[in-house]
T-cell receptor
Framework: DSGVTQTPKHLITATGQRVTLRCSPRSGDLSVYWYQQSLDQGLQFLIQYYNGEERAKGNILERFSAQQFPDLHSELNLSSLELGDSALYFC??????????????FGPGTRLTVL | DAKTTQPNSMESNEEEPVHLPCNHSTISGTDYIHWYRQLPSQGPEYVIHGLTSNVNNRMASLAIAEDRKSSTLILHRATLRDAAVYYCILRGNFGNEKLTFGTGTRLTIIP
């Protein structure tokens, strides 16, 4: 158990719909990352937040957005869903310090199926 | 981000050492070499990282070539639980924390 929790575990929805994925980081971790894992694209970095502020952006579609709340939990919002958005979505967290490995701890993921 | 090259798959017998290679010829002086693995149906987990010197921890050892253009993850005594996809990732430290995953090496352990 990494200490990172994600809900829900599974999500099945239809094209055009909007969903919200939730992540609670490990206690004490200020940085949260979102990754998408699909069969054709592999594991891809989407976005990173640090203490409520966006810190880095990767291959995140405009239909997707994220935020990190004052209690440090994060939500990834996916809208106008398409079949190709079906994937595993992982959240990770890290301490984030100037010194140290800044190891990322991954949650168990949310499996999104768009029908 | 600098690219890494790993074999798509490897097999090893249980209780034998496993050497997982990674080439990273375009590594920059500030890139750390990180290894993560992803067990079936789980999120990735950190294994080990290094900069220039060889590193050991409870999970594995990391051997880094003198020119830093390649590295090898060593599992000293593979168990069935080590069957996973292993990712070699180059990453800066503070200021560039995202992980750029390649295709990794799928390690199969033969009982």
């Amino acid at each position: 158990d990494s200490g990172v929790t994600q809900t829900p575990k599974h999500l099945i929805t239809a094209t055009g719909q909007r969903v919200t994925l939730r992540c609670s980081p490990r206690s004490g971790d200020l940085s949260v990352y979102w990754y998408q894992q699909s069969l054709d694209q592999g594991l891809q970095f989407l976005i990173q937040y640090y203490n409520g502020e966006e810190r880095a952006k990767g291959n995140i579609l405009e239909r997707f957005s994220a935020q990190q709340f004052p209690d440090l939990h994060s939500e990834l919002n996916l809208s106008s869903l398409e079949l190709g958005d079906s994937a595993l979505y992982f959240c990770a967290s890290s301490v984030l310090q100037a010194q140290g490995v800044n190891e990322q701890f991954f949650g168990p993921g949310t499996r999104l199926t768009v029908l | 981000d600098a690219k890494t090259t790993q074999p798509n798959s490897m097999e090893s017998n249980e209780e034998e050492p496993v050497h997982l290679p990674c080439n990273h010829s375009t590594i920059s002086g500030t890139d750390y070499i990180h290894w993560y693995r992803q067990l079936p149906s789980q999120g990735p987990e950190y294994v080990i990282h290094g900069l220039t010197s060889n590193v050991n921890n409870r999970m594995a050892s990391l051997a880094i070539a003198e020119d830093r253009k390649s590295s090898t993850l060593i599992l000293h005594r593979a168990t069935l639980r080590d069957a996973a996809v292993y990712y070699c990732i180059l990453r800066g430290n503070f200021g560039n924390e995202k992980l750029t995953f390649g295709t990794g090496t799928r390690l199969t352990i033969i009982p």
